[in-house]
């Protein structure tokens, strides 16, 4: 007695689509779990998931004048940067010159 080629790959192919329907079946049984989860989460949660997006154009708009608020300050920021910079270097200037006038009072004192 003999098994035909034919015969030995239609029973092996049978035997990897039945365990591939059997994994199927079981992807599908986890899925539907999963998504009956996520169903029974967003219903507990349906009020505040409802709540959330009536407030989201107000966060927007919030958000939104808070930007418009922190160009400001950094224009504002930049501003007294300079400001500063301007006044060390005006400040420089004033030091050395009152360094000069002491200079000159030194030479003129230290001669009599």
């Known amino acids: 007695m003999y098994i035909s080629l034919f015969s030995l790959c239609f029973a092996i192919l049978f035997i990897l689509g039945s365990v591939a329907l059997v994994i199927l079946i079981m992807v599908l049984i986890k899925l539907f779990k ?25 966060a927007t708009d919030n958000f939104l004048d808070l930007s418009d608020d922190l160009k400001a300050v950094g224009e504002v920021f930049t501003e007294t940067t300079a400001t500063v910079i301007e006044t060390k270097e005006h400040i420089q200037d004033y030091t050395d010159i009152f360094m000069d006038v002491l200079k000159i009072v030194k030479t003129v004192f230290a001669k009599k």
């Open 34 to 58: 999963f998504i009956s989860r996520v169903d029974g989460l967003i219903e507990r949660n349906e009020k505040n998931i409802e709540e959330t997006l009536v407030s989201l154009p107000k």
